[in-house]
């Protein structure tokens, strides 16, 4: 069997998949994607919307009958590859090939951590205490303890970090409900499966623990697909970095109270002690300013009053781990707290010192805590020898990878230029699928009222779509601003990101048919609306990366410093990148069309703006509303 027979019109595959449709570029991708694993190579796979990547690499993956690790962008597409996909394929190819999916271990409840959360009721009020029963009483049921079978618990419940473990706080097998531990129960499955479904935030942490000599999440593999790749090198800038946050002080202080209560007792000054470092964290948080964002770190460590209540922070922990080091041999939850602030301690001191050329130090505050963060300004090295894509074949596949078809920057930012490329088009006609409007008249981006303005462009045209439309913003700033001028002047159900959670507003978007949804970052990409519900995809601007976040600062220095050109080298091509994924919610089957509109006249004034233009599908592009209004007329009447 091979991948050009089970693709085939009339394949196996065919038979398990409602509507199946033989496409070439997707027997291509299959085909090139065989001949690298049965090589033992590397391969980077660009697939236009349509090419159907995943069973392009699900056929070849399972006709090698090898281990493979499969890596997508979130747990959405995680869950989908293990529930749908994958059984499909390997019903469809007549395997028996095992799967088991993984994820991080905040997604698993932790027994010993809900219990901790029991002993201490007193500290939850009504609600919350009703939800660790509920709780409580699922975790007897459940057969994986994953959270996300328990949907009564929000993703943004605090009382979610009480009944998960951390990295930092679980005990491991020194814990006594390590024989029955959702998360090394996963992990056990994951190693004894011959493919284990994951994600990128699990993979790269996986990556940083290897790399810093703390063990391993993963089982070994023969390969590995990364699906949604695109993702990658900004991931793993975050999970190469080492960060310390008030956070995980808090916590763990609020652990050694438990811990000392429980194993030990007999020392009452303890308390006081512990009581002296969250007086000095919060004097440390003072210290550090108002308000909320992201600065340099250089500019803050030298300063007296940070430099003083730094100090009396280390100074008040010191005193609190000597004790915990005597106390340590008395219990197990005594000695994990020894191990976390000795860490804490050693990541916070980091501060006090300037790093290398090789990093950034940046702080981060939000709300009463605060975040200190050391960032490689380069992580293609960590990345390149954590996976050894020379060792083991890996596959990167993903819609938008290049630049007018330039592979450089996407292959650079993760140290694999030596790895081959290849990219296969879209199937869609784009041509007579879409039509990219550009109006007439609007100012440069920075210019005073410039959201206004776009807002009074985009008016007109959610007429003529009848709403059914996605409202792309580059930042909440310009978000805020619009959505009380749609909801004002829009007679169509305006749904703004924020209001509710992300599958919510989706749901409702669909459900309504003619709704205007606004939204930022996580609606630029991941998000599937196949129909006429959605007929129109506006971008407010280019998205360009914010020129004041501290990493993006350094990185570019670090570029001008080796007389590289920042611009060209770095910020255009995350921007078509950016771009590239947003126009990606418009056209997602044969049967879709589309105006695209992108409001931002630096696409035609400014020279880059070609650079733009080659990325994207082939479209028309147009510059009046009129235009916009016939290409809309003739499809509703199948022109």
Not at 90 to 99: D, E, N, Q
Not at 300 to 305: F, G, H, I, S, W
Not at 466 to 471: D, N, P, S
Request: glycine share 8%; hydrophobic share 40%; aromatic share 8%.
């Amino acid at each position: 069997m091979t991948p050009r027979s089970v693709l085939a019109a009339r394949g196996p595959l065919a038979k398990w998949v409602d509507g199946y449709v033989a496409r070439p570029q997707q027997l291509e991708m299959a085909e090139a994607i065989a001949a690298t694993i049965e090589a033992g190579e590397s391969l980077i796979c660009e697939a236009g919307t349509g090419t159907g990547k995943t069973l392009a690499y699900l056929v070849p993956a399972l006709l090698s009958r090898r281990k493979v690790i499969i890596s997508t962008g979130t747990r959405n597409l995680q869950d989908q590859l293990f529930e749908r996909d994958l059984p499909r394929v390997a019903k469809a190819l007549k395997l028996s090939a095992t799967a088991a999916l993984l994820k991080g271990r905040a997604n698993y409840l932790c027994l010993l951590r809900m219990h901790l959360a029991e002993q201490q009721g007193a500290e939850l009020d009504r609600s919350a205490l009703g939800l660790l029963a509920g709780i409580r009483a699922w975790g007897s049921r459940t057969v994986d303890g994953d959270l996300a079978g328990f949907p009564e618990l929000p993703e943004e419940s605090s009382l979610r970090g009480l009944v998960t473990s951390t990295a930092e706080n679980c005990l491991g097998q020194a814990c006594a409900h390590f024989d029955e531990c959702f998360v090394f129960k996963a992990r056990k499955r994951a190693q004894e499966a011959d493919v284990a479904v994951v994600n990128h935030h699990l993979f790269l942490s996986d990556l940083g623990l290897r790399g810093r000599g703390h063990g391993e999440l993963l089982p070994d593999f023969d390969v590995a697909i990364f699906d949604e790749a695109h993702q990658l090198p900004e991931l793993a800038s975050q999970f190469f970095t080492r960060s310390v946050t008030s956070h995980q002080w808090f916590d763990c202080l609020h652990d050694a109270r438990a811990a000392y209560l429980k194993e030990a007792a007999d020392l009452p000054e303890f308390l006081q002690r512990l009581d002296a470092v969250d007086t000095a964290l919060r004097g440390l948080r003072l210290a550090l300013g108002t308000g909320e964002g992201s600065r340099g770190w250089r500019e803050l460590r030298d300063a007296a009053p940070i430099k003083a209540a730094l100090d009396t922070l280390l100074s008040t922990a010191e005193a609190v781990r000597e004790v915990l080091e005597n106390f340590a041999a008395r219990g197990r939850l005594l000695d994990n707290c020894f191990r976390r602030l000795t860490e804490l301690v050693s990541l916070i001191a980091a501060f006090q010192d300037r790093p290398d050329g090789t990093s950034v130090q940046w702080l981060e505050l939000r709300g009463r805590g605060f975040l200190l963060h050391q960032t490689p300004l380069d992580v293609a090295e960590p990345f390149r020898q954590g996976l050894d894509p020379e060792v083991h074949p890996c596959i990167f596949t993903s819609a938008t990878l290049s630049v007018s078809g330039d592979f450089s920057h996407f292959a650079g930012r993760l140290g694999l230029q030596q790895v081959p490329a290849r990219s296969w088009p879209s199937p869609f006609e784009f041509r007579h699928q879409s039509l990219l409007y550009i109006p007439a008249g609007l100012p440069d981006p920075r210019a005073e009222g410039y959201t206004e303005r776009v807002i009074d462009a985009v008016l007109p045209l959610l007429a003529l779509t009848g709403g059914r439309a996605f409202l792309l913003f580059t930042s909440y700033r310009a978000l805020w601003l619009a959505a009380p001028l749609v909801r004002a002047s829009s007679a169509f159900p305006v749904l703004v990101q924020g209001d509710a959670p992300r599958t919510e507003l989706l749901e409702r978007f669909r459900g309504a048919g003619n709704a205007v949804l606004l939204g930022t970052g996580s609606f630029w990409e991941g998000v599937d609306v196949r129909g006429q519900s959605l007929s129109c995809v506006i971008i407010d601007k280019l998205p360009f990366a914010t020129p004041d976040d501290p990493v993006l600062q350094a990185r570019l220095q670090k570029l001008e410093e080796e007389g590289r050109n920042p611009f060209m080298e770095y910020q255009l091509p995350e921007a078509v990148i950016g771009l590239r994924q947003g126009i990606g919610r418009l056209i997602r089957d044969e049967q879709d069309y589309g105006v695209l509109m992108i409001c931002d006249p630096r696409l035609l004034s400014r020279p880059y703006g070609k650079v733009f233009l080659r990325s994207l599908p082939e479209m028309e592009l147009v510059r009046d509303l009129q235009r916009v209004r016939e290409f809309l007329i003739g499809h509703k009447h199948g022109k």
